[in-house]
């Protein structure tokens, strides 16, 4: 563990889910997993989850509906959903989505960009303070894919979790996928990108796979990630040296023999650094 208690070493890991629990029990070398925290019942674990558990793999809850940046305060509910998943899973750490997804009682049901702009980032610190009060272990967020971008940002997307990180210590998760679909849907440099995020403070990466459709990228999760992603995977870790790395594949499941490569592939590009 690091001095802020955060592990310093997660290594290869994978997204459970419950249509491939078995194959998740299955297949070697998997060092962690992560679980949306929204599909668990802290009263009632999965038999899948408590097994890998047991054997001493360290289980992530990752939060999807937090809204962390948004202009409300976190709920309540949902901040004590998050401890009962991480103590009821003795987690490591919990991530959520730096995303707003509701606003006047409205759900959006999607992870939304935020303006990048000095009024929000003060609301964020304020939210992610208010989040980290409550949950019992080390909060990561995650940046996400998009679709639009806000026409009035100040900041670019590492200066703004760069300034978010000083300003409440809050670790952070990259989606190397999501930095892929920001360049093509958006032209942001992902190189660029790297070499701006304060990489140091990374608790874990994600990589995922998607599908291109007349000059868009959409950010499925239903396929093996492309060569571009696993190329920003290897140029992240020439920089740093991420604790872990996971794999998320979210529908359209493989076979466990795809999976064990899509693995394999993620420690090729890791061994390439």
């Known amino acids: 563990m690091t001095s802020n208690g955060v592990p310093d070493r997660l290594g290869v890991g994978i997204g459970w889910r419950a249509e491939i629990d078995l194959s998740v029990e299955r297949l070697p070398g998997v060092e962690f997993v992560e679980v ?5 019942n802290p009263a009632w674990i999965p038999q899948s989850l408590r097994v890998l558990r047991d054997r001493g793999l360290p289980v992530v809850p990752h939060g999807v509906g937090l809204g962390i940046g ?3 305060r976190p709920e309540p509910s949902r901040l004590a959903h998050l401890r009962a998943c991480a103590e009821a899973l003795g987690s490591p750490l919990v991530s959520e989505h730096l995303a707003f997804v509701r606003a006047g009682g409205m759900e959006a049901g999607h992870l939304l960009p935020i303006p990048r702009t000095r009024d929000a980032l003060a609301v964020v610190v304020e939210n992610v303070k208010v989040a980290q009060a ?3 272990v080390p909060l990561a967020l995650e940046n996400v894919a998009a679709l639009f971008g806000w026409p009035d940002d100040d900041l670019t997307e590492g200066e703004f979790l760069r300034e978010l990180v000083e300003q409440t210590g809050v670790k952070l998760l990259i989606d190397v996928a999501n930095l892929y679909t920001n360049q093509v849907n958006l032209g942001l440099d992902a190189v660029a990108a790297l070499d701006a ?3 140091e403070e990374v608790a874990y990466v994600h990589v995922a796979g998607g599908h291109g459709h007349a ?3 959409h950010d499925t999760h239903t396929a093996a990630p492309p060569e571009e992603v696993l190329g920003l995977l290897t140029g ?3 920089r740093a ?4 790395v996971l794999l998320e594949w979210d529908d359209d499941y493989p076979s466990d023999a795809v ?3 899509e693995l394999g592939r993620i420690r090729t590009a890791i061994a390439d650094a």
């Open 134 to 136: 409550e949950l019992p």
């Open 241 to 244: 040296q991420p604790p872990g």
């Open 236 to 238: 992240l870790c020439r």
């Open 70 to 72: 948004g202009a409300d």
């Open 215 to 217: 000059g868009v990228w």
């Open 259 to 261: 999976l064990a490569r």
């Open 197 to 199: 995020l304060p990489l």
């Open 36 to 40: 949306v925290a929204e599909n668990v």
